[in-house]
């Protein structure tokens, strides 16, 4: 199992109604990619440095990939990622392979290569860190 997990804060002057309505989208694209998520929660974030988070669960990298190549998750980046000042993801699993890390940061790293708005989206974001940054694994 690998449990991909964000962590994020809002920019400075993005609206209540904005926030409420990402976070509603989130639960629509979560729904839409059941699966391969096997289980997810999106909400607040406490005892950190961000306001929000989510977690969702895949059985394996195949189920990682597809998740991240899902177009509802490609298009949530597209409609959300702008709104976010502060940025964090970090993966979770039980897998026993030494490579995995590696594998789901390559997995990312094409996802960047293939969607490169996607890519400048991101690159974007003022602070942007953990398994999904460009350029690779835990930077």
Known sequence: ????????????????????????????????????????VIGRDFGGEFEYGSVAVVEDLDAYERMMYHPAHLELDRIGLPLVERFMSFDITDDPDPEVGEKIA????????????????????????????????GE
């Open 1 to 40: 199992m690998i449990y991909h997990c964000i962590r994020f804060t809002p920019k400075p002057g993005v609206s209540p109604e904005e926030v409420r309505s990402s976070l509603e989208q989130m639960h629509r694209t979560t729904d839409a990619m059941t699966p391969p998520i096997k289980w997810s």
């Open 106 to 137: 390559d997995i990312h790293r094409r996802r960047f290569a293939d969607e490169p708005d996607i890519a400048q989206i991101v690159s974007d974001i003022g602070d942007y860190t953990g398994s999904a940054a460009p350029g690779g694994h």
